[in-house]
């Protein structure tokens, strides 16, 4: 079957529906940086800030990190290489949050890939504590309005006080359910991704469960709403549609983030929950939210888009590559299309079924503006500019 499809191809018998079928245009990859240490230390913690400095630090990067992207990278060189080589001698255009491990996986990344890259760094687009107070106050009054759904029981929350001397305290609802957030991570790196040897309550099987679920479920929640969503992933899917739509000769993009962002975005286009349910829960290290952008081979205006959830997982002592194709309960166009040298078929939204329908209220006008940061925060730059003006004053009326 496939030798005839071949055999019919080279010599170019009028084929089938070829002629209407869709060709790799660009790809635009949201990822998340490599395996990193821990950011939080509880108290009574024994591997303490003594421990982590000298194993790299708070935060930072781990060996099997960089591994992760390094194989991660060649997947994405060998699986895009058509697409790659079309767009050589482009200075690729990266964008990244600020934060050093985000732009120390994109540096690894387009190493491996091999190809020169300019960095922009920009947490508005790519970082969740970029400065947008009303996307903070939206969030802290969901995480109040949720907290009885989501914080375990008292005696539960004793029982980790007990253990980790973190005070948990309840006047301020939302510190305590972040504290949590970030214990459970921090055990779970310990515990599980570092193989550490820690005490037996965080091995205890209810502990493990009561905490995992208390993770997934304040990382399902705390921004989940479409005014959140416009705040903190607009910009980045204004840049990923405009960039698809005004600069043809960059054909990959890399937007260097983390789990945060990937998580809101994925819930901006209504795909988070389908991937929690099948218990791909993300974010997980160097996964990715692909955007793959195709357009009609007879009609290069008429273009197409899917979405792909990349992973890759430890598995049976390897790193695997796990790909999760989802799309919208509106797109359901199922095409043909050239998958590398074969032919597929698959289902895709319509370029305007994008723009239109999914980025219709996710694209914020004016970001500043909606984000309603008080006037403090433009003090420093005021001061600054006051000081300017003596200074310039001052001199004029030296002379
Ligand atoms: C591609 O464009 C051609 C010509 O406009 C059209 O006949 C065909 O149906 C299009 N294919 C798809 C998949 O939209
Ligand atoms: C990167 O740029 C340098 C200098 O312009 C050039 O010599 C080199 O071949 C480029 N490398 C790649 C991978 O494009
Ligand atoms: C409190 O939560 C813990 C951990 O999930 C559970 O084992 C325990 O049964 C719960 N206790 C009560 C009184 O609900
Ligand atoms: C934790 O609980 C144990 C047993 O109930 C008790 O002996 C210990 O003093 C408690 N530790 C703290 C820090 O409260
Ligand atoms: C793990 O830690 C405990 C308590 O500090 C210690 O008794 C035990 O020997 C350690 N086990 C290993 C394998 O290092
Ligand atoms: C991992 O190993 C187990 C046991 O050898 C095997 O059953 C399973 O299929 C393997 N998984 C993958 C994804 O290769």
Known sequence: ?????????FLSFPLIIVDCSLVLNSVSVI????????LYIYPNDPYDETYWKQHGGV???????????????????????????????????????????AIETANIFMKEINKNATFQRNDNMLFMYAKCDKATKLRDDRLNELAP????????????????????????????????FDLADTLKIERDQLNMNVSDWI???????????????????????????????????????????????????????????????????DMYDRLDKINQMPPTYVSSVVFEVFHNETNEQEK??????????????????????ILPEKCQDELEFH????????????????TNE??????????DKECQNSSFANKPMWITLMIFITILMSNFSIF
């Open 339 to 354: 998958d590398g040298t074969v032919l597929n078929t698959g289902k895709f939204c319509s370029w305007q079924q994008f």
């Open 203 to 269: 091995t205890d099987k209810e502990t493990v469960k009561t905490m995992s679920e208390t993770e997934r479920k304040i990382f399902a929640k705390m921004s989940n709403t479409p005014e959140i969503q416009r705040l903190r992933v607009g910009l980045l899917l204004k840049d990923i549609r405009d960039q698809m739509e005004k600069n043809p000769s960059q054909r990959f993009y890399l937007y260097s983030t983390h789990d945060f962002n990937q998580a809101v975005l994925l819930q901006a286009l």
């Open 304 to 325: 197409w888009i899917r979405f792909i959830y990349r992973q890759f997982l430890d598995i049976n002592g390897t790193i695997m590559n796990l790909d999760e194709k």
């Open 358 to 367: 999914l980025l219709k209220d996710l694209i914020p006008d004016n970001w």
């Open 1 to 9: 079957m496939l030798k005839l499809f071949f055999t019919s191809f």
């Open 31 to 38: 990822l998340r940086h490599g395996d990193r240490n821990p």
């Open 59 to 101: 935060g930072t990067m781990t060996e099997q990190g960089k591994n992760r992207i390094k194989i991660a990278a060649k997947f994405y060189r060998q699986h895009y290489e058509m697409l790659l080589q079309e767009s050589d001698g482009t200075n690729y255009q990266v964008i990244t949050s600020t934060v050093n491990r």
């Open 149 to 180: 759904e989501l914080l375990p029981n008292n005696t539960f929350m004793d029982y980790l006080r007990n253990k980790t001397g973190d005070e948990f305290t309840d006047e301020d609802t939302v510190k305590k359910i972040r504290l949590l």
